[in-house]
């Protein structure tokens, strides 16, 4: 008979039943580094699925009416800050604004004519001209008749200055209202051109394009989505129940879809108020550069302090072999022999693995099996069950 090997598989139902094979292991080894389990005491964590999303993102919407004229890119295109996306067509805004510049030209040369006739009335007043006085030189009028006028009341050459100078005055402030009303309809064109012209507010990336060069568009529409994918979050809905096991700056561990890699993340932002109808708070995690991509999927493990605390085994990640997707280990056991032992893995940290099933606390485990030993891996056909 040859050497027996104990180890522990999945049967139906997903209970684990030990099995006896028959299989020529071989037995320790000089120089094999063993490891020795150890129970562990650590609060429960719960999985919670996410999705990765840009650390900045916007919709870029327009703002006036036209036609694209200019589309810089397609998704995936790259931009920096102040490069132009999409441009719409400005032709009639150009035509309002040579129309405001010739109203400001108008109402300049107003107020231009309007201070020369407030400097005229200043040093040459109306009222002190000579109306001719009843057919007589202007000599005779000017030392007989309006002193007359003045003695006897019938007229006050003081007031008519006064009025003069008001009304030459204000021929100035309307001037200077019509060039003020003339440089906002400019400006307010100016805004519009502006808003015409769509600029990549930070450096990112074309997320989605909605429109097309030659499409109509209206104010509100959406022309494209630009995110600055550089920096990642995971963005999770945590039940209520969780949230006071969190706090921003706190590390924790994720699990992305592809590889099932386990990444550390960092709470980087907890909303201040919890979903109505769901009651769940959203807590968006930031992520490592370069480890995924916006819109797919990925676990958070956050811990549950409302359950009470669970120990289990520990082992080093590098001891642990895989056949497909059924974990194993080769555990040290009687005689110096190598017994492969299936196990049920459980989180992974710090390049140590918990172990949900399979292993006890105090048994030796080869923390780093050559290629000889996995290939002894399968255990033979119609063994015990």
Do not use: C
Request: glycine share 10%; proline share 6%; hydrophobic share 45%.
């Amino acid at each position: 008979m040859g050497k027996q090997l104990q180890a522990l598989v999945l049967v139906a139902g997903g209970a684990l039943a030990a099995v006896t094979a028959t299989q020529g292991l071989a037995q320790d080894t000089p120089g094999a580094q063993y490891h020795t389990v150890q129970q562990v005491s650590d609060v429960p964590k719960v999985a919670l699925g996410g999705t990765v999303i840009p650390y900045k993102e916007v919709t870029l919407s327009a703002q006036v009416p036209g036609r694209v004229e200019f589309l810089a890119g397609i998704e995936g295109d790259a931009f920096d800050e102040g490069e132009m996306l999409v441009a719409l067509d400005d032709s009639e805004l150009l035509a309002k604004r040579n129309a405001a510049l010739a109203q400001l030209a108008t109402a300049d040369a107003q107020m231009r004519a309007a201070g020369v006739q407030y400097n005229r009335e200043l040093w040459s007043p109306q009222s002190k001209q000579s109306m001719g006085g009843m057919g007589m030189p202007n000599l005779f009028d000017q030392m007989f008749s309006r002193p007359m006028e003045n003695f006897v009341g019938s007229r006050d050459t003081g007031v008519e200055r006064r009025a003069d100078l008001y009304s030459s005055g204000v021929q100035i402030t309307q001037a200077q209202n019509a060039i003020l009303a003339a440089q906002s309809q400019i400006q307010a064109v100016d805004a519009k051109l502006r808003d015409a012209r769509s600029m990549a507010p930070f450096n990112g990336v074309v997320m989605r394009k909605f429109v097309e060069v030659g499409d109509t568009m209206q104010p509100g529409q959406p022309l494209l989505v630009f995110a600055d994918v550089e920096y990642l979050q995971i963005a999770v809905d945590v039940p209520s129940r969780l949230r006071p096991g969190l706090s921003e700056g706190m590390m924790l561990q994720a699990e992305l879809d592809v590889g099932n890699q386990i990444i550390p993340v960092r709470v980087a932002q907890i909303f201040p108020m919890a979903d109505a109808q769901r009651h769940t708070v959203k807590v968006k995690f930031d992520l490592p550069q370069g480890v995924s991509a916006p819109g797919m999927y990925a676990k958070v493990l956050v811990p549950d302090f409302t359950s009470s605390a669970k120990s289990y085994p520990v082992i080093p990640g590098s001891a642990v072999r895989y056949n497909g997707s059924l974990p194993g280990v080769y555990v040290l056991g009687a005689e110096g022999r190598h017994e492969l032992r299936l196990i049920r893995v459980g989180e992974k940290q710090n390049g140590m693995i918990s172990v949900l099933s399979g292993l006890v606390a105090g048994e030796r485990v080869l923390t780093n099996p050559s290629v000889a030993l996995s290939s002894a891996w399968a255990a033979p056909s119609g063994a015990e069950r």
